[in-house]
């Protein structure tokens, strides 16, 4: 099931992903990449997220954090736990953020990939995302795709 964060709940586990899943694609300097998850919280507020969950009580096994900007959607993180991969939660996850954001007028939606996480830049790429360009700063690819328009 998908549902929205739960703060006190969902974030000790969306954290741990973030921890396994995430960081270690990243080519942030440790002092950075400390101040970065010092400041999930406040990144979180930003914006929306929602996880599955095998049953409404239960933890989440995945996640997807995004943010509506005008007419653009920007998947800020997603993550699905190891053991949960392969059950389609990353592509409910993506639908549900498209959904969202073309009921809102968004026309577009925008990921950055870190240059390692092959994995993660083949899944959008299955979805129907491009690449755009390469991010040298942050070693990213930026990727986007055209979404249709929900009423």
């Known amino acids: ?14 954290n741990e992903l973030i921890l396994k899943e995430l960081v270690p694609y990243s080519h942030l300097p440790p002092h950075e990449l400390k101040t970065v998850i010092k400041e ?3 990144r979180f507020a930003r914006g929306v997220t929602l996880v599955v969950s095998p049953y409404y009580e239960a933890n989440p096994v995945a996640f ?33 953020a498209e959904n969202f954001a073309g009921s809102r007028g968004c026309t577009r939606a925008k990921v950055m990939v870190d240059r390692d996480n092959t994995r993660a830049q083949q899944f959008y790429r299955n979805l129907g995302y491009q690449t755009v360009r390469y991010v ?16």
């Open 1 to 14: 099931m998908i549902r929205y964060r739960r703060p006190k709940q969902d974030d000790p586990v969306i």
């Open 40 to 42: 999930l919280p406040k």
């Open 64 to 96: 997807i954090h995004f943010m509506v900007h005008g007419e653009l959607l920007y998947i800020d993180m997603m993550a699905v736990a190891p053991a949960h991969r392969r059950n389609r939660h990353g592509k409910t996850l993506i639908a549900q």
């Open 136 to 151: 040298q700063l942050s070693q990213c690819f930026e990727l986007e795709k055209k979404l249709l328009i929900r009423v």
